[in-house]
């Protein structure tokens, strides 16, 4: 009888892994990053949350579609993300703490759950709305990102992440919330304000966003002022 790794091995639970963000637009410093995490930590797949009035910044300039259109360009091709667009349905400020109950409700509290994050919203973390209960409905995985430290400047929050870590991605899978996994991702120096900040000044962005966005953003005359 040919012999299967199927057989021998005990099946990993799946993790259900969210991502999101204001995409304002959407960059390769989004997508890259998260590809390698998602190969490190054997993510089927990254559900892509545009959130409609975001709570921590100002507002975009695309309007909500736009964003939402030019996401679905973005990863139309790659079968890693699929897009969801319960942010975008809510007229409120897109709380994380709201869509990761909203994902619960549909999942149960058994199987895995991870809420993707840059190194510079990680830092930020302690002024998002209930911050200290998102680990009670999911892990966080944050991609590395440039320009941001890497110790958080308090001792409190370098304590709580000190407590929550693993090192080994697939530890993940052992407990459906509760962890945080710092990846080794690329380094990547490219943000959405340095896109339209370049638009507004008439600069090229070809390395910086997917062929098929910018040709939308072109189409759609967006971030000219
Ligand atoms: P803006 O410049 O308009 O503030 P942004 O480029 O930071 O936008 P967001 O849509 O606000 O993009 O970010 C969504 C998520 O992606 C956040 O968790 C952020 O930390 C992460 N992120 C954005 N750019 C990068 C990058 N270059 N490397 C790693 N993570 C990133």
């Known amino acids: 009888m040919p012999h299967t790794t199927n057989s021998t091995c005990p099946k990993q639970p799946v993790i259900q892994a969210l991502f ?14 998260v ?27 695309a309007t909500a579609q736009q964003r939402l259109e030019m996401v679905q360009l ?5 079968p890693l993300f699929t897009v969801d667009k319960r942010e975008l349905e809510r007229t409120t400020p897109s709380y994380t703490i709201d869509t990761l109950e909203s994902f619960r409700q549909e999942l149960g509290h ?12 990680l830092l930020s973390l302690h002024t998002w709305h209930r911050w200290q209960e998102l680990l009670s409905l999911c892990h966080l995985l944050v991609c590395a990102r440039p320009g941001y ?9 370098q304590q709580w992440l000190t407590e929550h870590r693993v090192c080994a991605p697939n530890q993940l899978g052992n407990q459906p919330n509760g962890y945080i996994y710092l990846a080794d991702t690329p380094l ?27 040709k939308y953003i072109d189409s759609q005359g967006l971030y000219r002022q």
């Open 20 to 33: 999101g963000g204001t995409f304002d637009p959407i960059h390769y410093g989004h997508l890259q990053p």
């Open 35 to 61: 590809e390698t995490l998602a190969y490190q930590t054997s993510l089927k797949q990254v559900i892509l949350l545009p959130n409609h009035v975001p709570p921590h910044r100002p507002q975009p300039e």
């Open 74 to 78: 973005a990863v139309q091709d790659n």
């Open 110 to 121: 058994e199987q895995p759950l991870a809420f993707i994050i840059g190194q510079d919203a």
């Open 149 to 157: 430290q890497t110790q958080f400047s308090t001792t409190e929050m």
């Open 188 to 214: 990547l120096p490219i943000s959405a304000t340095e896109i339209r900040q370049r638009r507004q000044q008439g600069l090229s962005c070809d390395d910086l966003l997917p062929p098929s966005v910018q």
